[in-house]
């Protein structure tokens, strides 16, 4: 049965990147009818921190997408230290009795030349069980074959066959001085013992794809496939990092910027991957129906934003498009939380009003201020083009009769009894209409004008039109 698995390590906010990697083993999943399993990878406790788990689960909640099965890796730590001993064993690791600077490191990262110690590698049983049971400390080494074997390989389903030469491979730990199993052996040990059928994950992984196949097979494991995926890259080409990017690339900032969650989906799916059918805009089920490996692209893929703008273009208009098909309902529901000042009743009112008008939720907040202050404005916007203050004030005191009068104080009533009295005045609909708009809503750009009245009630409309033909009167002495 196929069986995927995200397994973040909570030493930070969840990263674009691995919600992209979280997303991508959830399609996968949902796409061949496997099981979806979530995997928390705790073991470096010096890093780890409750505030990143929490970020991490406060992020994959956000996107809705669900899972299986869920592990913590560090309520199995008799399970890794059971396969590290089975491999030692075996005769396949070695205990590495070295100074203490070199305890917890792999031998490569302090000299390139020094894939292993020879003195170590080829010490006798019967001398390294004797001072492991002196209490010498020690880190496990994995014996990379070298005379037996030449190379690792394996067939990765995005980026074809791999292979690396043993000779470029250092003896690897699989078990600090403190005894802790390292990220390889526990990951390898966890991958085993959940029957992981597919590992798909970042493509800066790859390089470890070789040692993991030597453990998998020292536990007698098939390995698993493996499908690496392209990086995410800033602008500059750049990877793309919380230390170097800061918040731009967590999950929780496009939340809290106001965009959907099926719309960031939509998104980051489409960074490395296409459906090869030019497709953009798709829905949760559209996704899971087209989802495939082999659309996923090698080359590594650009998030573009700037200082001034921390968000992508498509990732802005993705979310608009989304916006502009949900039910009204759902928008509503959507928008509570970014309008406190007002109840679920009144956003589903204003939601007619504005969904073809803002593209992430929290435009609402600028969308629809007026509805619930009256805001300042330049006397001035009171003026149509080609007019001047007297048409304005006419306009107004029209208005004001009609909207007294109007039986009907909706779409239906409003918009012939206006235009009725633009044709009295003999001018314009438009004329009629604009001084209306900006005394009523604070500006020219507005939602649709009737719509908006009957939203802002008969009695709200008036004493701001009464406000506004204070206001040209101020204008109109200061100017005589």
């Known amino acids: 049965m196929l069986r995927v698995r995200f397994a973040p390590s909570p030493t930070g906010y969840l990263h674009i990147g691995s919600a992209r990697t979280f997303i991508f083993n959830w399609l996968y999943a949902r ?21 990143s788990l929490d970020s991490i689960f406060e992020g994959l909640k956000w996107l809705d997408l669900n899972w299986d099965e869920f592990y913590r890796q560090s309520e199995r730590g008799e399970l ?13 690791a070695y205990r590495d009795f070295v100074p203490d ?54 067939q990765d389903l995005v980026y074809g066959p791999q292979s690396k030469a043993t000779e470029d491979i250092e003896d690897f730990a699989l078990l600090r001085s403190s005894g802790a199993p390292t990220y390889h052996m526990a990951s390898c040990a966890d991958d085993a013992d959940l029957r992981i059928s597919h590992v798909i994950r970042g493509q800066d992984h790859l390089s470890n794809t070789f040692k ?55 998104f980051v799916c489409l960074l490395g991957w296409s459906p090869k059918d030019d497709r953009e805009k798709m829905t949760r089920q559209e996704l899971v ?43 509503a529901a959507q928008l509570l939380p970014f309008l406190p000042q007002a109840d679920a009743a009144k956003v589903r009112q204003l939601v007619p009003l504005i969904q073809e008008r803002i593209r992430l939720l929290s435009d609402v907040k600028t969308a629809t201020d007026f509805f619930f202050q009256e805001n300042p404005y330049d006397p001035a916007l009171l003026i149509p083009q080609k007019g001047d203050a007297g048409m304005a004030g006419r306009a107004l005191e029209e208005a004001r009769k009609i909207l007294g009068d109007v039986t009907e104080f909706n779409h239906a009533g409003l918009d012939p009894a206006l ?5 009295r005045l003999k001018i314009k609909a438009g004329q009629m209409f604009q001084p209306i708009r900006v005394a009523v809503c604070g500006r020219k750009d507005a939602p649709p004008l009737f719509e908006t009245l009957e939203v802002l009630g008969r009695e709200t409309c008036l004493l701001r039109i009464d406000h506004a033909l204070e206001q040209l009167a101020v204008t109109k002495n200061q100017t005589t």
């Open 31 to 51: 796409r061949n009818g496997g099981t979806m399993i979530l995997r928390i990878d705790d073991t470096d406790v010096e890093r780890n921190t409750q505030e």
């Open 80 to 92: 890794h230290q059971k396969a590290a001993k089975a491999i030692l064993d075996q005769g396949l």
């Open 101 to 154: 600077t070199f305890k917890d490191v792999d031998l490569n990262e302090v000299d390139i030349h020094a894939k292993f110690n020879p003195v170590m590698r080829n010490m006798s049983k019967e001398e390294s069980d004797l001072r492991a049971n002196g209490g010498e400390p020690f880190v496990l080494r994995f014996k990379v074959p070298r005379e037996s074997r030449k190379e690792v390989t394996f």
């Open 212 to 266: 993991h196949v030597l453990i998998f097979e020292a536990l007698g494991v098939t390995p698993p496939n493996f499908a690496h995926l392209p990086l995410l890259i800033a602008p500059d080409g750049s990877k793309l990092s919380k230390r170097k990017h800061g918040p731009v690339v967590s999950v929780t900032t496009y939340r809290d910027a106001g965009f959907l969650p099926q719309a960031f989906v939509n």
């Open 289 to 331: 129906d087209v989802f495939s490996l082999e659309g996923v692209n090698r080359s590594n893929a650009t998030i573009n934003f700037t200082e001034q703008d921390p968000f992508d273009p498509k990732a802005v208009w993705l979310n608009a498009e989304h916006i502009r098909t949900m039910p009204q309902d759902d928008l």
């Open 419 to 423: 235009r009725a009295g633009a044709e």
